[in-house]
């Protein structure tokens, strides 16, 4: 079972950056829910604001200039969400496309990760950590998808990295989904029949939901997770291991 820290201490600071709507939402409802106090940071608070333990500071990852002073001096945990699905063939891809897919991707990770080092440091939570996202198409490979995986490869790069430079301390881990149903993936998702079809694709036969990600971060998020670090999780449906 998901647990914050058992010890006797003021409850657990955390920052989800894209966290007023599907995943990310999902996520912080669960960690208020547990007791604890989420930075919420987003173009739009989408209502999240409205929780008493929640703190919406205004910031959009697509550009630098987050202003750090707006975070909590202690964090515990920190989640970075935001991402892009830009999928087109490589001919029709320009430069600014993948420069706008790594600043979003990657970058905006970067700039929060180094704004929450000092307050993570301050934390004495034994098992504070990092949580990145990445997308199944990093390890299997799939056709339109350079711009998106050139940054999320990236970013998984990154989660190993980090979890070598960190540790002890910090434990980094990433969570790398399948198509999941989200207002992201919406557009991909028109009608019942592309659903099925692109269900029959996977071990499971049945598309990702928001809960499926939410409850695996909420595993890396707690001391649940607390031997893990540097790892690449799949959430895919059995989609880059199994063929069936």
Request: contains cysteine.
């Amino acid at each position: 079972m998901n647990h914050l820290p058992s010890k006797d201490r003021s409850p657990m600071n955390c920052v989800i950056a894209g966290g007023s709507r599907g995943i990310g939402r999902s996520i912080v409802d669960h960690l208020t829910s547990m007791g604890a106090h989420v930075t919420v940071i987003s173009r739009e608070s989408g209502g999240v604001d409205g929780n008493q333990n929640v703190t919406h500071v205004p910031h959009d990852f697509s550009k630098p200039g987050l202003d750090s002073s707006k975070l909590p001096e202690r964090i515990d945990s920190v989640a970075y969400l935001p991402g892009s699905i830009n999928l087109k063939p490589i001919s029709r891809l320009t430069l600014e496309d993948f420069s706008r897919d790594l600043q979003l991707n990657l970058l905006g990770a970067v700039e929060l990760i180094q704004a929450c080092l000092p307050g993570l440091k301050r934390s004495s939570f034994r098992s504070r950590n990092i949580l990145l996202f990445s997308t199944v198409a990093a390890k299997i490979g799939m056709p339109f998808h350079a711009s998106t995986v050139a940054s999320k490869s990236a970013v998984e790069g990154l989660t190993k990295s980090l979890a070598a430079e960190l540790s002890p301390q910090i434990r980094v881990n990433c969570i790398a989904p399948a198509m999941t149903k989200t207002d992201l993936s919406a557009s991909f998702i028109t009608t019942p029949d592309k659903e099925n079809a692109l269900a029959k694709k996977y071990p499971l036969k049945r598309l990702g939901c928001i809960e499926d990600i939410s409850g695996a971060a909420m595993f890396l998020m707690t001391e649940d997770s607390d031997w893990l670090t540097g790892q690449i999780i799949s959430v895919d449906g059995g989609l880059s291991s199994l063929r069936i």
